[in-house]
C-alpha cells in the first residue's frame, strides 16, 4: 500500500509568494495531521483534521496560514504571502481512528525555503 | 499537559559500540502511547515502535531494543553492535488517549556513527 505522498519535495519560492503543499493520505486513514519541522522548535503539530472536517487548528502560526481537506484522499497547507520564517520542512501525515494509539505515518516532508 | 524530554542532542559513537537514546516523558493520564521515529539524512520520518502504557514488556526488534519503565517515566532506546546506517535523528513521541490529544514529539537525539 502507498505511504503518504507529499508535493512538492522541495520548493523554492520568494517572499511574498502564494506557496501550496500538497498531501495524500493513506487510503483508509480517518486522521490527517500537519506537522512542520524547524531547527529552532522541532515538529510541532499546525492542524489535524477528522473525516476532512478540522479539528483542531490552533498550531497554525497565524492567518497566512491555512489548509484544507475537500476531500478523504487530499489536503493542502497554503502559505499567503510567503515569509522568509516560514521556510521549514512541512510534514502531512495520517492515521486511522485516533485516541487509540494507532500510528501516524508521516510523508517525506515538502522542504520549504523562502528567500 | 503532556511532555516528552530527549536530554541528549547529540550523540557520536564508533562503529560496533551500542547505544542508548534517552527519553523522558510527562502525562497525567493512566491510558497514553509512547513511539520512536527515526529521522535518516533523507529526512523522512520513519516509524520505529509503538507502546502503550499498559505493557511494560521490553521488546527488542533485530539490533534494536526498547526499555519501558513507567516508574522513572522512561522510554529508553538502545541499538546494540551500531552501523553506520544508524546515524539518523532519533525523536521519542508521546500521545494521550483522553481527549484524542495528536502526538507531541521530543527535541531529537542526533547520532553519528562514525566507521
Known amino acids: 500500500d502507498a505511504g503518504v505522498i507529499q508535493s512538492p519535495r522541495h520548493e523554492v519560492t520568494e517572499m511574498g509568494q502564494e506557496v501550496t503543499l500538497r498531501c495524500k493520505p493513506i487510503?483508509?486513514?480517518?486522521?490527517l495531521f500537519w506537522y512542520r519541522q524547524t531547527m529552532m522548535r522541532g515538529l510541532e503539530l499546525l492542524i489535524y483534521?477528522?473525516?476532512?472536517?478540522?479539528i483542531d487548528d490552533s498550531g497554525m502560526p497565524e492567518d497566512r496560514f491555512s489548509a484544507k481537506m475537500p476531500n478523504a484522499s487530499f489536503s493542502t497547507l497554503k502559505i499567503q504571502p510567503s515569509e522568509p520564517r516560514d521556510s521549514a520542512v512541512y510534514f502531512c501525515?495520517?492515521?486511522?481512528?485516533w485516541g487509540t494509539g494507532n500510528t501516524i505515518y508521516f510523508g517525506e516532508g515538502s522542504w520549504l525555503t523562502v528567500v | 499537559a503532556q511532555k516528552v524530554t530527549q536530554a541528549q542532542t547529540e550523540i557520536s559513537v564508533v562503529e560496533k559500540e551500542d547505544v542508548t537514546l534517552d527519553c523522558v516523558y510527562e502525562t497525567r493520564d493512566t491510558t497514553y502511547y509512547l513511539f520512536w521515529y527515526k529521522q535518516p539524512p533523507s529526512g523522512e520520518l520513519v516509524f520505529l515502535i509503538r507502546r502503550n502504557s499498559f505493557d511494560e514488556q521490553n521488546e527488542i526488534s533485530g539490533r534494536y531494543s526498547w526499555n519501558f519503565q513507567k516508574s522513572t517515566s522512561s522510554f529508553n532506546f538502545t541499538i546494540t553492535a551500531s552501523q553506520v546506517v544508524d546515524s539518523a535523528v532519533y525523536f521519542c513521541?508521546?500521545?494521550?488517549?483522553?481527549?484524542?490529544?495528536?502526538?507531541?514529539f521530543g527535541k531529537g537525539t542526533r547520532l553519528s556513527v562514525i566507521a
Open positions: 487510503s483508509g486513514h480517518d486522521y
Open positions: 483534521f477528522n473525516n476532512n472536517v478540522p
Open positions: 513521541a508521546l500521545s494521550e488517549a483522553s481527549g484524542n490529544t495528536p502526538l507531541v
Open positions: 501525515a495520517s492515521s486511522l481512528v
